[in-house]
């Protein structure tokens, strides 16, 4: 990780970028000397004692036993303590609200989930910000805020639910009674960028610079790191492949994924073949000792290769990660590996954040922001 020019801008803003590629720097090396950290990220000596000292005293990050080398003074390695700070992450899904605690390195510390109606908005939000307000208050440490995970269109920067088919939802204000009721700071944000978020945050993107993510479940969609800069708040740009055309599951004619290739296409063609499946869950494990069973997710596979093959060839990305409700499954990984054509089989992984992917990546939200904005009033 080399960010030479971080001490170019105006001094405030500079402080505020080295402190958050600190943050980062420690994230992914974990346990490193100041000496280590200056030359990582071609900073001075002086500028990292600035920088680590707030940091310290805050107890984001902690000191480790020296370590002599021999050779001139000992080194003293820092790292993130994980336990210094936690934030509250809320899944809005269909019929239940999941939410739950996690730390800086995204363990999970406590989950809760609440069966409720989707359509009543006002009481599902209440709800919400009742279980956000109960987790917060049972943290070990400070906590962060609040953040929010919904499908469809979201608009992060007003903290709203703009269209949700799904939910019936439409221009629905999330953010403003979570923060009335907790008194905590609110990020709301699309389920994909979320789970992207948390896998550059804790996961398979760890570090990198070119990643996109493949959400396959009941609805179709994909995110990926925008290399320019300001493109979105957080530098994730959240789209849609469902008017992708793929073979179909039963023949050999092609039709749109969104039609086609979803977990409701894919179970309703395995009733009418006659397998009683109620998930995707359920298909994978008959998959062993039933061919038709098995030959559904082969061709579910090719479907999600030719999608996979598509954004290789229009982007590169170093990583391309597999998310959605086939997302566990070494099986189903393994099979779209075997059936891309133009894609390297080791750009495709699993995600590898842990716990609740949903409510990792709502509570990620405001760790993210955390790592990477780095400025003064988070620490103090």
């Not at 001139?72 to 336990?83: F, M, N, Y």
């Not at 944000?189 to 996109?212: I, K, M, Q, W």
């Not at 849609?240 to 599951?249: E, S």
């Not at 999608?307 to 070494?330: E, H, N, Q, Y």
Request: charge should be negative; charged fraction near 20%.
């Amino acid at each position: 990780m080399n960010n030479p020019g971080l001490s170019g801008t105006r001094p405030r803003q500079a402080r505020q970028a080295n402190t958050a590629a600190v943050l980062q720097l420690l994230v992914q090396r974990g346990p490193l000397a100041r000496s280590d950290i200056a030359k990582e990220l071609s900073l001075n000596h002086g500028s990292v004692s600035r920088i680590i000292e707030p940091l310290l005293s805050s107890g984001v990050v902690r000191e480790l036993v020296e370590r002599s080398t021999g050779i001139g003074r000992p080194r003293v390695p820092v790292e993130l303590d994980s336990s210094s700070r936690y934030a509250v992450g809320v899944h809005l899904g269909l019929e239940r609200t999941t939410a739950g605690l996690i730390d800086l390195a995204g363990h999970c510390v406590r989950t809760h989930a609440e069966d409720r109606d989707p359509a009543d908005s006002v009481a599902t939000l209440r709800h919400a910000a009742d279980l956000a307000a109960e987790l917060a208050a049972s943290a070990p440490g400070p906590v962060l805020g609040i953040g929010v995970t919904a499908g469809g269109e979201v608009d992060r920067e007003n903290g709203r639910v703009v269209r949700n088919d799904v939910l019936g939802w439409t221009d629905v204000g999330v953010a403003g009674p979570l923060r009335e009721r907790t008194g905590l700071d609110v990020v709301v944000d699309g389920n994909v960028c979320a789970l992207l978020g948390a896998e550059l945050t804790f996961g398979a993107g760890l570090g990198r610079h070119d990643v996109s993510y493949l959400f396959v479940g009941n609805v179709a969609e994909t995110g990926f790191l925008s290399r320019p800069a300001g493109t979105s708040s957080n530098g994730i740009i959240q789209g849609g492949f469902a008017r992708l055309m793929v073979p179909g599951l039963t023949d050999d004619g092609y039709a749109r994924f969104g039609e086609c290739g979803t977990d409701v296409a894919l179970l309703a063609a395995a009733r009418s073949a006659g397998v009683p499946v109620t998930s995707l869950t359920d298909l994978i494990r008959l998959a062993d000792t039933d061919p038709v069973a098995s030959g559904l997710l082969e061709a579910r596979s090719a479907q999600v290769a030719r999608v996979a093959d598509t954004v290789f060839d229009l982007m590169r990305p170093d990583v391309i990660i597999l998310g959605g409700s086939g997302a566990p499954s070494d099986r189903w990984l393994e099979a779209v590996r075997d059936r891309v054509e133009t894609t390297p089989p080791q750009v495709l992984v699993r995600p590898r954040s842990q716990g609740n992917p949903l409510v990792t990546a709502a509570a990620g939200l405001v760790v993210r922001a955390f790592f990477t904005r780095g400025t003064a009033e988070w620490v103090a």
